[in-house]
């Protein structure tokens, strides 16, 4: 049975949604959002927990909030010992995905997406614009449409078969629109935007971003990261600073980059953060590859019972595989982790059976079976539900 590759995708602006941080707040993961906010020197709680569709509907809050939520779901997701073999990200997410591969530190990954997200309202406010989905056309016909409306309009993303994204003036989206029906699109659907992302309107914030681009430490991703400008997959450091500041004045490739991964093999599309934007336009464009999303804690359990039916996926790059039969034993609190004098790989145990302590409090497994490793070190500090150690299931 081949194993199953992961691609870890991540969503852009247009996904957040008002209260979208609280099911999270319990959760070990939610320790980013404290960090996030001292780097960015703004309230990153409030913003995901408080703040209002109209006010999370600014571009800067928009960001800055999806990309932190992001980075919590990555964070309870990898707690989980589950790793992707490719990372992608949609527009911001792309943000999200770099620091997933480790290309970028997460502070500096919040250092950028606040600069971004400032310097793209600044554009905004000085150059207004819109922008609008074409539905029902094909990618060809929609570049037509905004070339014979003689208008400063522009494709902005290509999102997925008959899904097309225009941006520029409201006269240009409006003309443009028109003539996309007349070549047979299905319906123009208005997105409530201040600004023309993705188009030359976007030639101020592109400057800008390309000096806060340049202070930052790009490092290799550990592993391949597919970029919006070309649809590819990028290994190396050195190019995304030219990446992302062709990102904002062009258009978003994205039904290339899932095709780009589907070549690559992926055989699970897994989306981290709020919404589920991505998992629905990968159902449109490569249906054969498997679905799902992770946006708050419920969804967790959801995706080990999916990998549960799964075929093995590699673990990490010594060579490590998580079976179907497998199941993960959690920390029960906080502290030091001590585990069982004698516990090893091969190990057999009960339903009950101590394995090890958390400070003072027990960890007990909730299922029988061969004790394959432990994921935590003796004498390591781990916090609530962190995995301790993996079990091969017998009953």
Known sequence: MSATQIAFTYPG???????M????TEHPSWELVGEAGEVAERDVARLLLEADAEELKETRNAQLSTFVLSMVVLDAVERLGIEPTMHAGHSLGEYSALVGSGAVSFADGVRLVTERGNAMQAAADATPGTMAAVLGLDDEL?????????QDVFVANFNAPGQVVIAGTVEGVTAAGELAKSLGAKRIMPIKVGGAFHTPFMAAARERLHKALADVDFRPPSTPVVANVDGALHSGANEWIRLLSDQLTSPVRWRQ??????????????????????????????????????????????????????????????????????????????????????????????????????GTEEVRTAFAGELHGMLALPGERVAPSQPIAWLRITA
């Open 13 to 19: 602006q247009g996904s957040q949604a008002p209260g």
């Open 21 to 24: 941080g609280a099911p999270w």
């Open 142 to 150: 929609v570049e037509l449409a905004c070339q014979k409306s003689k």
């Open 257 to 358: 980059s899932l095709h780009t991964m589907e070549d690559a093999e992926a055989s699970l599309l897994l989306e981290l953060g709020p919404g589920t934007v991505l998992t629905g336009m990968a159902k449109r464009t490569v249906g054969s590859i498997a679905n799902a999303s992770v946006s708050d804690p419920a969804s967790l359990d959801r995706l080990l019972e999916k990998l549960a039916h799964s075929p093995k996926y590699e673990r990490s790059p010594v060579g490590e595989f998580l079976f179907a039969s497998e199941r993960l034993v959690v920390s029960p609190a906080s502290g030091i982790f001590t585990p069982l004098a004698g516990a090893a790989a091969g190990m057999r145990l009960d339903t009950g059976d101590l394995i090890g302590h958390v």
